[in-house]
């Protein structure tokens, strides 16, 4: 090997060394003249600091030449782009303070956030019973398979405990199904007279399809005390759904839920047609809003409340279903795709009244 070649070793440091210079050179160069400096100094075709590199590489061993020839050419490519970026970023620069600007241009209205139609309705519920004594009452979204159904009266082989209905993360722990477990809970800890509305997310195996979903939320209302009869599970959310729906009519029918005896449903007429039938109302004009009923004696008992002395009515709403009803929506899933231009419609911005 004759004396004179450049040895591999050297020749990388070199290209190493020329990349090191040149990056900041093109990098931050200010103005075109500079960066035109910096083209000819480093990329110069007859003098620039690369072509005199290119020449070493014509000295290197035969055997190195593929390994200097490959590191040549990332370094070229890499700075070359440098200088094709920067050169694009100061004629832009350039344009942008030569051509005359808009000024006439609206501003871009600022998005400041806002709450979602289901948190409104939420809240709208909330402050109308919360006029009528009720008080918010939390709970938590795991539980156990005996707060959930056990102790709200469910018999051992209710169809809503099959795992095709209800999420269970282990044996006897399940997301629950909904609001109900904070009842039990807060029977547990306070002693009548009791008004409390549970709000929060529940969850079951449904599909998202117009007017379900495996997750929604949920809104529940219970109240307490001694002599509470049906009059005033009536009256109470009568009152409310006029408040609520104003002078839509409302209806109450017979059902069955484990946990309240007698139980019924509250519809109201069908904001969305008015009565006449559509898709939401499956064509009846009429919308369920809610389900209710007087608390079961067995609840209360498995709370540690006394069914002699103490008697109450419950109830459960979907919020979401009210926004649709509300906000004339004809998809529930339009709530849960976090599109921003069908929620502003809705949305009122955070902690206005606007
Ligand atoms: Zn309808």
Redesign the pocket.
């Known amino acids: 090997m004759a004396t004179d070649d450049t040895s591999l070793e050297t020749f990388l440091r070199r290209i190493e060394e020329f990349e090191q210079d040149a990056t900041p050179a093109l990098r931050d160069a200010a103005t075109p003249e500079e960066l035109e400096a910096a083209r000819i100094r480093f990329l110069g075709d007859r003098s620039g600091l690369l072509k005199s590199i290119q020449r070493e590489l014509g000295s290197l061993a035969k055997e190195d030449k593929p390994a200097g020839g490959r590191a040549f050419n990332q370094v070229k490519t890499r700075v070359e782009a440098l200088h094709e970026e920067r050169g694009r970023a100061l004629a832009d620069a350039s344009r942008g303070a030569s051509s005359g600007r808009d000024l006439t241009m609206p501003p871009r209205r600022q998005w400041s956030g806002a709450k979602h139609p289901v948190t409104l309705v939420i809240e709208e519920i909330a402050e109308i019973f919360r006029e009528l004594g009720f008080t918010i009452a939390l709970g938590p979204q795991v539980e156990t398979e005996w707060y959930n159904f056990g102790a709200l009266n469910f018999p051992p082989d209710h169809p809503a405990m099959d795992a095709h209905d209800t999420l269970y993360l282990r044996d006897d722990i399940l997301l629950r199904t909904h609001t109900s477990p904070v009842q039990i809970r807060t029977l547990q800890r306070f002693p009548p007279p009791i008004r409390i509305l549970a709000p929060g997310d529940v969850f079951r195996r449904d599909f998202f399809d117009a007017s379900h979903a495996p997750m929604f939320a949920q809104i529940e209302g219970l109240c307490v005390d001694e002599g509470i009869s049906f009059v005033d599970l009536k009256t109470m959310l009568t009152n409310f759904a006029r408040r609520f729906f104003g002078a839509a009519r409302t209806r109450f029918r017979p059902s069955y839920f484990p946990f309240t005896e007698p139980s019924a449903e509250m519809d109201v007429e069908?904001?969305?047609?008015?009565?006449?039938?559509?898709?939401?109302?499956?064509?009846?004009?009429?919308?369920e809003i809610l389900g209710s009923g007087m608390v079961h004696p067995a609840v209360l008992e498995s709370a540690g409340v006394d069914p002699e002395k103490y008697t109450g009515w419950a109830f459960g709403m979907g919020p979401a279903r009210i926004a649709l009803q509300r906000y004339d929506i004809p998809d529930i899933r339009i709530l849960y795709d976090s599109d921003v231009r069908f929620l502003e419609q809705i949305a009122r911005p955070a902690g206005g009244d606007a």
């Open positions: 069908c904001q969305l047609c008015k009565g006449a039938g559509c898709p939401v109302c499956k064509q009846t004009g009429w919308t």
